[in-house]
Nanobody
């Protein structure tokens, strides 16, 4: 079965960095675009970034553009999110998620585009 397992979250000071990982299994990872989505306390889901099947193309939310970098290593079925210059407003649970359709990605967010989600990893930015 499909599994997405995030790791790498934690507590970091403002201005710090973290790298999140998402280990994927149970499907042909290289065939699907992937995304990172976050949920801050008391708020709804916020799309963060999407990456194409081979990692050549990527989209970012305006709130993270220039600070976050999405990447993937299809040899080890892993998605990454490098987060620099972190701000308190980046505090959230971060989820990796798989697009439902193969070889598809978008720069807009529709929860119906996704069929599997990880359990999430908590990122807290605080001094």
């Amino acid at each position: 079965q499909v599994q997405l397992v995030e790791s790498g979250g934690g507590l970091v000071q403002p201005g710090g960095s973290l790298r999140l990982s998402c280990a994927a299994s149970g499907f042909t990872f290289a065939t699907y675009g992937m995304s990172w989505v976050r949920r801050a306390p008391g708020k709804g889901l916020e799309w963060v970034s999407s990456v194409s099947t081979v990692g050549i193309s990527a989209f970012y939310a305006d709130s993270v553009k220039g600070r976050f970098t999405v990447s993937r290593d299809n040899a080890v079925n892993t998605l990454y999110l490098r987060m620099n210059s972190l701000k308190p407003e980046d505090s959230a649970v971060y989820y990796c998620t798989k697009y439902r359709r193969p070889r598809y990605m978008s720069d807009t967010f529709d929860v119906q585009d996704y069929d599997y989600w990880g359990q999430g990893t908590q990122v807290t930015v605080s001094s």
